[in-house]
């Protein structure tokens, strides 16, 4: 059976935000990438780090100047499932880093489903305003208008193999789906504070995808790193979201990760 693991690292030229997050990335990129390719030589198989290249350009022409390059490079790492010709496949963001000795194709069976992290549990905050277009809510929001679904995932980290990858159809219209929620912008049915959690999400299309097609499953080896640096003691991956990076390495060290 082919395996693989990627990753994808596409410096934003032109960021509109977050460059204190932009100088963490540039500074801890290579420890990241070394971090995901032992994890790959632990388990055995391949690895691969996809950047900038002529694939990326090509891909991204077919979007509009509507869709942000942040939008773009988020699509295009659901497009990178369907190049690799690999039987399983594991993607993991650049701020995941793999902290177990345990081989995630050998404890997961993806027969079963595409492993991923359902986000429900962390948009319990009613107030739309403090939300961002990449929120929990916001694409739970963004979903639901689009009739499909009241379940949101985070797929910085997703296991699949190819059948349920072809089942799920990620891609299927995806110009309509897009169009689709370029209207729901400003559809004036929703209310303003709403509308403006609308988005080109690839989160929102995999969770109305996800509603079409039910077999899935929740990872528990997703730790999710962000309003405060911890790390507890069976963590398998950290997605180190708050992007305190220096933290996990001193926490690897100390643990002799």
Not at 167 to 177: C, M, N, R, S, W
Request: contains cysteine.
């Amino acid at each position: 059976m082919r395996r693989v693991i990627y990753s994808l690292y596409i410096d934003i030229r032109k960021p509109v935000s977050h460059f204190e997050n932009k100088d963490k990335f540039n500074q801890n990129y290579s420890w990241l990438l070394e971090r995901q390719q032992q994890y790959a030589n632990h388990c055995g198989v391949e690895y691969k780090h996809f950047t900038y290249d002529d694939d990326y350009i090509e891909f991204s022409k077919q979007f509009g100047p509507d869709i942000s390059e942040y939008n773009i490079i988020n699509f295009y790492k659901m497009f990178l499932l369907y190049k690799l010709e690999h039987d399983e496949i594991l993607y993991l963001d650049m701020d995941v880093i793999p902290v177990t000795k345990l081989n995630f194709f050998e404890e997961w069976d993806l027969s079963k489903g595409i492993a991923v992290m359902s986000e429900d549990w962390r948009f319990k905050d009613i107030n739309r305003s403090s939300h961002s277009i990449r929120s929990p809510l916001a694409k739970y929001w963004n979903a639901r208008a689009m009739g499909h679904t009241k379940e949101v995932f985070n797929t910085g980290i997703v296991g699949a193999c190819k059948n349920d990858l072809s089942a799920l159809d990620y891609f299927g219209e995806i110009h309509t789906v897009l169009q689709e929620m370029k209207e729901l912008m400003v559809d004036d049915f929703w209310p303003e504070d709403i509308r403006n959690l609308f988005g080109y999400d690839n989160e929102t299309i995999f969770a109305c995808k996800i509603k079409e097609y039910q077999n899935l499953y929740q990872t528990g080896w997703h730790y999710f790193m962000d309003k405060f640096s911890y790390i507890p003691s069976n963590t398998k991956f950290i997605h180190c979201i708050n992007k305190d990076f220096e933290y996990v390495r001193n926490w690897c060290e100390t643990n002799n990760l």
